[in-house]
Antibody, heavy 117, light 110 residues
């Protein structure tokens, strides 16, 4: 099970930290990923992190602003979001993928981030 | 990275078969057999329906099948049922070690 938290309303230029708590599986066996969905829009891959945290990848639009991290001792995934823009407004999902093939076989329910003044 | 191209909508009558296309480039869909398909009902999280082009995860109906030719992947739903009405998204691993989703297809059961 994956449970996201940390979403909310933030002003443009502000920061927010999302969390995703994992349970029921061996967290350290999986790449972890953030995917977002703007209201009424499609899915957009945001970032992924390797099992041990040694590799991280980002979509170009968030590079330099967002940081993905994980705490394997706490079975938790994070997304630090800085310099937020209106276009970052979306429902943010965390998902797992064991072999870095894009087979996201388990998703959380999402946490909503709204960027507005 | 541009989104993969899917038809905006596809419809069919109960019992019919429909196919959703997903067109990318030689840097994503055409580069690897790492294309997956997701079903999303309104207000719900996406659900993995097809992995690695044509593999069906445990619990997914055999009515769902996937294939790929060149830079285009396809999802076929046979024996269309009312519960299949949803949005469908393809996803591909890319040559820059990122992922790209498709634009999404709304499936309507007439």
């Amino acid at each position: 099970q994956l449970v996201e938290s940390g979403g909310g309303l933030v002003q443009p230029g502000g920061s927010l930290r999302l969390s995703c708590r994992a349970s029921g599986f061996t967290f350290t066996s999986y790449w972890m990923t953030w995917v977002r969905q703007a209201p009424g829009k499609g899915l957009e891959w945001v970032a992924s992190i390797k099992q041990d945290g040694s590799e991280r990848d980002y979509v170009d639009s968030v590079k330099g602003r967002f940081t993905i991290s994980r705490d394997n001792a706490r079975n938790s995934l994070y997304l630090q979001m800085n310099s937020l823009r209106a276009e970052d407004t979306a429902l943010y999902y965390c998902a797992r993928d064991q072999w870095r093939t894009g087979d996201f076989d388990s998703w959380g329910q999402g946490t909503l981030v709204s960027v507005s003044s | 990275q541009s989104a993969l191209t899917q038809p905006a909508s596809v419809s069919g009558s109960p019992g019919q078969s429909i196919t959703i296309s997903c067109t990318g480039t030689s840097s994503d869909v055409g580069a690897y057999d790492y294309v997956s398909w997701y079903q999303q009902h309104p207000g719900k999280a996406p659900k993995l329906m097809i992995s690695e082009v044509s593999n069906r995860p445990s619990g997914v109906s055999t009515r769902f099948s996937g294939s790929k030719s060149g830079n285009t992947a396809s999802l076929t739903i046979s024996g269309l049922q009312a519960e299949d009405e949803a949005d469908y998204f393809c996803n591909s691993f890319t040559s820059t070690y990122t992922y790209v989703f498709g634009t999404g297809t709304k499936v309507t059961v007439l």
